[in-house]
């Protein structure tokens, strides 16, 4: 049977050393810094992780990044990204996990899902990636015009890696092209035209956007 249209490319991100990764699923950890769920009001589930997904098909690369439509306010959340590998975790990198809060607030009120704010182009933004073997004590950081806005460490993960990793394990067959967006500490914050993000992790290649 013929196809309609041609299929979409896969999103593919290079893992240095290693070659091409191509995107599968994005699965994507909130409330995951006390301080971070404390600054949106959030009530912190030490059990479980809280999580959402994004489409890879909204997945991009750093460079210029397009203001989203249907929006006043968009915020910047800087997160360790890890990338699934056949037997666990392959490599790690640096990511934007944009999110239309306005959006967000109104789904919030009403009960509803938050696809429309955490999930439309270029809401994830990913860097390319590194082999790493210890993501346990990693400091992470996001810049706006040369200015401070979020900073953390990865030992502040209230769920850590293997607890995430063992949580959507039971839920999902994980392997490779999944990747786990780990949660984004404090300093969440409102981007505008012609800003310049930095994000930084320890010993992982930085993350830089220009939003247009």
């Known amino acids: 049977m013929a196809l309609l249209f041609d299929a979409p490319t896969p999103f593919v991100l290079p893992v240095e050393g290693r070659g091409a990764y191509p995107v599968r699923r994005i699965f994507c950890i909130g409330r ?72 967000q607030a109104t789904c ?33 950081a996001l810049d706006v015009n040369g200015e401070a806005r979020q900073s953390g460490n990865t030992r502040d993960l209230i769920q850590p890696i293997p607890a995430i990793l063992s949580y959507l394990g039971a839920l999902y067959k994980l392997g490779p092209g999944d990747l786990v967006m780990t949660g984004t500490p404090s300093g969440v914050g409102p981007v505008v035209r012609g800003d310049r993000l930095t994000g930084r992790i320890d010993g992982l290649p930085d993350l830089q956007i220009t939003v247009v």
């Open 32 to 103: 995951n810094y006390a301080a971070h769920a404390a600054e949106m009001g959030n009530v912190v589930d030490q059990e479980n992780p809280f999580f959402f997904t994004k489409s890879p098909a909204h997945a991009v690369h750093p460079g210029d990044w397009r203001y989203p439509p249907g929006s006043g306010d968009v915020h910047h959340e800087v997160e360790l990204v890890i990338a699934m590998g056949g037997s666990g975790v392959l490599a790690a990198g640096v990511g934007l996990d944009m999110t239309r809060r306005d959006l």
């Open 108 to 140: 919030k009120d009403k009960r509803h899902p938050w696809d429309v704010a955490k999930d439309f182009e270029g809401a994830a933004i990913l860097a390319p990636m590194r082999v790493v073997d210890d993501l346990d004590a990693l400091d992470i």
